[in-house]
């Protein structure tokens, strides 16, 4: 299963994607992860994406191209794959179209998370990630252990330096301006899904599945 999550910032598309990974045994491929560990890597690329990242502004195209390219050609994702992130520009649509043309494949489904902007700034500042593993929590909705750390290792839990109101609202303009017009993109070639991302977690993973189950 060849899946694309699209949504503005906060509307659980990593939570959802980690959860389709163990139900579909497929590979999660985060642009937004991958950028991160090159920031954290002080690779040249992660020096280059880390300003953008920290206004809360998109990583240029080629950058982001290149490395879901690279990914995708990886052998875990012979079987299916959910990019969470990408692509976010009509650019990288058509890209990422071409580098499955490649390797004679398409996408089976996009799935689009639709959220209230004041329930995404809820969502993002309350989030936090394990150190240790990554797994995402929210303080309210997903709730760590009681003594706050990671429920699965017990790892310290951390907030990303862009979950600041201000770079916040900046991500959400830059999805309405750059992102959104991917719905009508996808919908045009009948490929997209639009799902509540309202409702709790474990609804929302329901209402994916069977959406899914459709395509
Ligand atoms: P990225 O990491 O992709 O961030 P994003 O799109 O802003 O999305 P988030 O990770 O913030 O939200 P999410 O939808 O995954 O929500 P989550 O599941 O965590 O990108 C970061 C930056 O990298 C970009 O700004 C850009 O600079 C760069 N970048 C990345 N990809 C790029 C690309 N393709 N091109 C160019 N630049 C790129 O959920 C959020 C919180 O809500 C969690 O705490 C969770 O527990 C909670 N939650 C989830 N679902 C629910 C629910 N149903 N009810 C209640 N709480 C919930
Ligand atoms: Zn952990």
Known sequence: MKIVLLGPP?????????????RFGIPQISTGDMLRLAVSEKSPMGIKAKEYMDAGDLVPDEVVIGIVRERLQA??????FILDGFPRTLQQADALKQVLADLDKQLDAVVSLQVEVEALVARLTGRRSCVECGKGFHLQYDPPAAD???TECGGKLIQRDDDCEATIRNRMQVYQQQTAPLEDYYSKQGLLTVVDGMADISTVQSEIVAALSGS
């Not at 906060?10 to 163990?22: E, F, N």
């Not at 052998?75 to 299916?80: F, K, L, Q």
């Open 75 to 80: 052998d875990d994702c012979a079987a299916g």
């Open 148 to 150: 706050g750390s990671c």
């Open 10 to 22: 906060g509307a659980g598309k990593g939570t959802q994607a980690a959860m389709l990974v163990k």
